[in-house]
């Protein structure tokens, strides 16, 4: 089963250098953490900000490609964790048929909040952490916390 998430917000980790996506459950408290780059945090802040571009970044050529030939992407989902590395696929379709792409969960996320379409989490992957147990999470992880999270 999947749950509806939105994008709660990006921070900043200084102990490991890296971004932190917050996803957030609709209606609910559950929240997902997962620890990205920084191009991949500056494309999904863009997205969030509405910020235009001067020319088209990554993500913003996936969603001109689709759009020049006719695919819709119709959403996205974070299915697994697997040794510390998310995984998620992005689905397209063509009016013919329903095609997923993998993705990193960076990468789809960016591209959703481009094409305004819904975030999935597999439930499997929510814990009952709230934004507030996240913080105080994240105040005392040590480096040697940190595995292959990207």
């Given at each position: 089963m999947v749950v509806e998430m939105r994008v709660e917000g990006l921070l900043f980790d200084p102990r490991s250098n890296m971004y932190i996506l917050l996803l957030k459950e609709l209606d609910s408290v559950r929240t997902l953490p997962i620890w990205i780059g920084k191009p991949e945090a500056d494309s999904i802040a863009l997205a969030l900000g509405k910020v235009a571009t001067p020319r088209p970044l990554t993500h913003d050529?996936?969603?001109?490609?689709?759009?020049g030939l006719k695919v819709n992407i119709t959403k996205i989902v974070i299915t697994e964790i697997i040794d510390n590395t998310y995984y998620a696929f992005i689905y397209l379709n063509d009016g013919k048929k329903e095609t997923l792409i993998d993705s990193r969960p960076s990468d789809a996320v960016a591209i959703a909040l481009r094409v305004h379409v819904p975030i999935f989490v597999d439930e499997s992957l929510l814990g009952t952490r709230t934004a507030d147990e996240l913080d105080e999470w994240l105040k005392n992880l040590r480096p040697e916390d940190f595995g292959n999270i990207m």
């Open positions: 050529l996936i969603k001109n490609i689709t759009d």
